[in-house]
């Protein structure tokens, strides 16, 4: 079974900064796809942003961005101008390509500081 | 659309009790899940689905059973519920197609004394 990894189990940033959760996973495919969820205390699980593994390109959605790596199995995330609403839990999550089993990592608490 | 709902939200049981946790979703999704997450140790497959009719076992599947008997809905049961369940319950859904992320219902709480 794939494993997903978040070595920092919690960060803190300071407001309008720019922080970086890291994320490494460990698998035998080619051919994969890669996500990041928002759990905010109110407990739902928020899709943040996703990237095919056959795509070279790193995906954006707003001031969320990825660093794809996938030689080195690593699926960081950056939050940029962060704001108090990112505080939360972010899991990073790994999808098979057939049969649609994904795969959680433990998860990053993060602060943001006013 | 509601998305994914689950019954209840939360729950107090004690030892040796069963129950029932119940998924629905209105999106047409083929695949359904329920996990349960526990502090540090992120979210764990119990059991999923591919079909209607269809499950199998995930990571943590011992002490729980599923049913699928309808498209729209997962069931998740626990015949004799034990403290080392006590956790927070997801179910989720997703699309065949490439790409297809999750979603999430609210979460139930279920707590074994």
């Known amino acids: 079974a794939q494993t997903v990894t978040q070595s920092q189990p919690e960060m803190s940033v300071q407001e309008a900064e720019t922080v970086t959760l890291s994320c490494t996973y460990d698998?035998?495919?080619?051919?994969?796809?890669l996500f990041w969820y928002k759990q905010p205390p109110s407990r739902q699980m928020i899709l943040v942003i996703r990237?095919?593994?056959?795509?070279?390109q790193n995906a954006t959605e707003n001031r969320f961005s990825v660093n794809f790596q996938k030689a080195a199995k690593s699926f960081s995330l950056k939050i940029s101008d962060s704001q108090l609403g990112d505080a939360a839990m972010y899991f990073c999550?790994?999808?098979?390509?057939?049969?649609?089993?994904?795969?959680f990592g433990s998860g990053t608490k993060l602060n943001v500081k006013p | 659309n509601a998305g994914v709902t689950q019954t209840p939200k939360f729950r107090v049981l004690k030892t040796g009790q069963s129950m029932t946790l119940l998924c629905a979703q209105d999106?047409?999704?083929?695949?359904m899940y329920w996990y349960r997450q526990d502090p540090g140790m992120g979210l764990r497959l119990i059991h999923y689905?591919?079909?209607?009719?269809?499950?199998a076992k995930g990571e943590v599947p011992d002490g729980y059973n599923v049913s699928r008997l309808k498209k729209q809905n997962f069931l998740l049961g626990l015949e004799s519920a034990a403290p080392s369940q006590t956790s927070v319950y997801f179910c989720?859904?997703?699309?065949?197609?490439?790409?297809?992320?999750?979603?999430f219902g609210p979460g139930t709480r279920l707590t074994v004394l």
């Open positions: 989720a859904s997703s699309y065949q197609g490439l790409a297809g992320g999750l979603n």
């Open positions: 698998t035998s495919e080619s051919d994969y796809y």
């Open positions: 990237q095919e593994a056959y795509k070279q």
């Open positions: 999550a790994y999808r098979t390509y057939n049969f649609n089993k994904f795969y």
């Open positions: 999106m047409n999704h083929e695949y």
């Open positions: 689905s591919v079909g209607e009719g269809t499950t």
